[in-house]
């Protein structure tokens, strides 16, 4: 990790946060609430993969970003679409503390919400990344008021998505 990122968990650990540092492929801890990524331009050349990785973790992510890449096209409605709140950088202690303190309830409420809604192994069969991906997608945004346009072939399975949405 960057040296501001390690001197930031420093600083979160003395505030009290319980801090866990993890490559976002390895297993989250199910304690987890929320995540935070720092967003690197690596990412943005892979953002399908990104994708997949931050839902197969099942947990509310926030993203810091620089404000050059926030710039970059498409990256600004990724950020919107896949994170809870974002911070851009440098670190700045008391903005991080107010976004990560947001986030971190609404990660709360969404999980609780999400152990009490329709349980989407029911809807949705596989184990394969792209199914995990759909399956944790729909979990996270079903709790939202949030318009959704739903592609796909005939009989790729857009009915199952739309009732697992409502």
């Known amino acids: 990790p960057c040296s501001a990122c390690v001197e930031l968990q420093a600083r979160l ?3 009290g ?8 492929d390895e297993p989250v801890p199910p304690q987890c609430d929320l995540g935070m ?8 050349a892979n953002l399908g993969r ?3 990785l931050l839902s197969q973790t099942g947990i509310q992510w926030v993203v810091a ?3 050059e890449l926030l710039a970059q096209p498409g990256v600004a409605q990724f ?3 896949w994170f809870l709140a974002y911070h851009t950088l440098p670190f700045d202690d008391a903005r991080i503390h107010i976004a990560l303190g947001r986030a971190c309830g609404m990660a709360r409420l969404r ?3 999400q152990q009490q809604a329709w ?8 184990d394969s990344d792209e199914a995990r991906a759909l399956r944790n997608l729909v979990m996270r945004i079903a709790p939202t008021d949030t318009p959704v346009m739903i592609r796909g072939e005939s009989g790729s399975g857009k009915e199952l998505v739309a009732q697992g949405l409502h």
């Open 119 to 126: 349980p989407s192994e029911e809807l949705f069969l596989g």
């Open 79 to 81: 950020v919107a679409e």
């Open 111 to 113: 999980r609780r919400y």
């Open 17 to 24: 946060w319980e801090v866990i540092t993890a490559a976002l």
């Open 65 to 67: 970003v620089s404000r």
């Open 50 to 52: 990104l994708k997949i």
């Open 13 to 15: 650990s003395d505030a």
């Open 37 to 44: 990524l720092r967003l690197q331009p690596g990412h943005v």
